[in-house]
Each structure stands twice: as C-alpha cells, then as structure tokens.
C-alpha cells in the first residue's frame, strides 16, 4: 500500500531554518505530483507548496513564498521541503501529499494519499 513518512520537524526559533522529508513507497513516485499542507490547532488544513512530477513546476502560498522551496528527488523517492525564515506563524503539523492526477493542484481535495505529518513550532 501506498505510505508517505514525513520527517524533520521540531523546535526553532523565530528566523531559523527547517528541511522536511518524505519518503514515498507503494506508489510509481515519478507519476504523482506532490504537496505539502500544514494545520495549525484551531484552524484549517492550508495549502503550502506543490511540485510538478518532473519537478520543474512548483507552486506556493503567497504566505510562504520566498521563505520555502519545495524541491523532490524521484530516484530517491523523495519529496523535501526547505523552510527559511522561520515565522511564530509557520508553527504546524506539516503533512505530505501525493496525487494521483498528472497536475500539482494547491487543494487538499485532489490529492490521494497524506502522510501522517510532522510537528513543527517556531518560538519567538
């Protein structure tokens, strides 16, 4: 069965750094498009960023662009996300997602498969 296992959450401090993982099995990986959403307690799951099959694409939230870079490897099976800058605000569970439509789509409902996600919180 198809599993995605995020990885690199924790605890930093406001301006700090964070790259996430996560590793995809169970599915062809050069064929989904993939995404990273993140829900903070209290509020809804929100789109992050999102990366084309080839990876030439990618797609942000205004929120977090030109703090993030979503970046995959498919021979590694690997979808990563780089987080700079680090807001109080960017403080969430983080999951990844895999679609199995050939377009990377910044809504939850399109995609297929989550991950379990991954904490992370950013002090101030």
């Known amino acids: 069965q198809v599993q995605l296992v995020e990885s690199g959450g924790g605890l930093v401090q406001a301006g700090g750094s964070l790259r996430l993982s996560c590793a995809a099995s169970?599915?062809?990986?050069?064929?989904?498009?993939m995404g990273w959403f993140r829900q903070a307690p209290g509020k809804e799951r929100e789109f992050v960023a999102a990366i084309s099959r080839s990876g030439v694409s990618t797609y942000y939230a205004d929120s977090v662009k030109g703090r993030f870079t979503i970046s995959r490897d498919n021979a590694q099976n690997t979808v990563y996300l780089q987080m700079n800058s680090l807001k109080p605000e960017d403080t969430a569970v983080y999951y990844c997602?895999?679609?199995?439509?050939?377009?990377?789509?910044?809504?939850?409902?399109?995609?297929?498969?989550w991950g379990q996600g991954t904490q992370v919180t950013v002090s101030s």
């Open positions: 997602a895999a679609e199995v439509t050939p377009w990377a789509s910044t809504s939850a409902t399109e995609y297929d498969y």
């Open positions: 169970g599915l062809t990986f050069s064929r989904n498009p």
